[in-house]
Nanobody, 126 residues
Framework: QLQLVQSGGGLVQSGGSLKLSCVAY????????IGWFRQAPGKEREGISC????????KFVDSVKGRFTISRDIAKNTVFLQMNSLKPEDTGVYYC???????????????????WGQGTQVTVSS
């Protein structure tokens, strides 16, 4: 069964850091691009970062550039989202998702992502 299981998240003060994990089951990361998406309260879900199936391409939305990094551990079949210098506006439910793509690039169009993690809450207090 193909699924993504997330961990991490929680409550942190402004300026703090959190690390989210996304473990893939039923497929290997070498056959999928992984995206991270965020849904802030009262807002639509938005893409914030992605990493290609080759690991050679990563992208970030402007609001998190320089603060967030995305990485993966092939041996653990896990993708990580390291979030530093967190701001209250980073608050939301974070989702990882998988896009079956062998392309060397990734994108943050949600329509391309078929498998989704369960979501994890990140709350940044001011």
């Amino acid at each position: 069964q193909l699924q993504l299981v997330q961990s991490g998240g929680g409550l942190v003060q402004s300026g703090g850091s959190l690390k989210l994990s996304c473990v893939a089951y039923g497929f290997t990361l070498e056959y999928a691009a992984i995206g991270w998406f965020r849904q802030a309260p009262g807002k639509e879900r938005e893409g914030i970062s992605c990493i290609s199936s080759t690991g050679s391409d990563t992208k970030f939305v402007d609001s998190v550039k320089g603060r967030f990094t995305i990485s993966r551990d092939i041996a653990k079949n896990t993708v990580f989202l390291q979030m530093n210098s967190l701001k209250p506006e980073d608050t939301g439910v974070y989702y990882c998702a998988a896009w079956a793509s062998l392309s060397g690039t990734c994108g943050m169009n949600q329509d391309n992502y078929r498998y989704w993690g369960q979501g994890t809450q990140v709350t940044v207090s001011s």
